[in-house]
């Protein structure tokens, strides 16, 4: 029903900045609200950024002030400006796109993109 393209990753060093895009198609119409995710190995998957289509956001305590969330509606498309990069912030990030119905939350995902950050 929705899909959603990634790109952005790569490596940087700490204290640099990356900037991820996810691409929505499909239902977007349908989209409640986009955010990113984070998964490092042997790690449960956890909540960076989202924002919903009315553009509310909420950020995980650590990112505050140095990550950015937002949304170009228009387009589809959802984009996180990561700044002063940490290097425990090495993870693969998702993008996450979430839709409601009267009963149950369906949440799509993005293929990741591996973000390294080298100190």
């Known amino acids: 029903q929705v899909q959603l393209v990634e790109s952005g990753g790569g490596l940087v060093q700490a204290g640099g900045s990356l900037r991820l895009s996810c691409a929505a198609s499909g239902a977007t119409f349908s989209i409640n609200s986009m955010g990113w995710y984070c998964q490092a190995p042997g790690k449960q998957r956890e909540l960076v950024a989202s924002i919903t289509s009315d553009g509310i956001t909420n950020y995980k305590d650590s990112v505050k002030g140095r990550f950015t969330i937002s949304r170009d509606n228009a387009k589809n498309t959802v984009f996180l400006q990561m700044s002063s990069l940490k290097p425990e912030e090495t993870a693969v990030y998702y993008c996450?796109?979430?839709?409601?119905?009267?009963?149950?939350?369906?949440?799509?995902w993005g293929q990741g993109t591996q973000v390294t950050v080298s100190s």
């Open positions: 996450n796109a979430q839709t409601r119905t009267r009963y149950a939350i369906y949440n799509y």
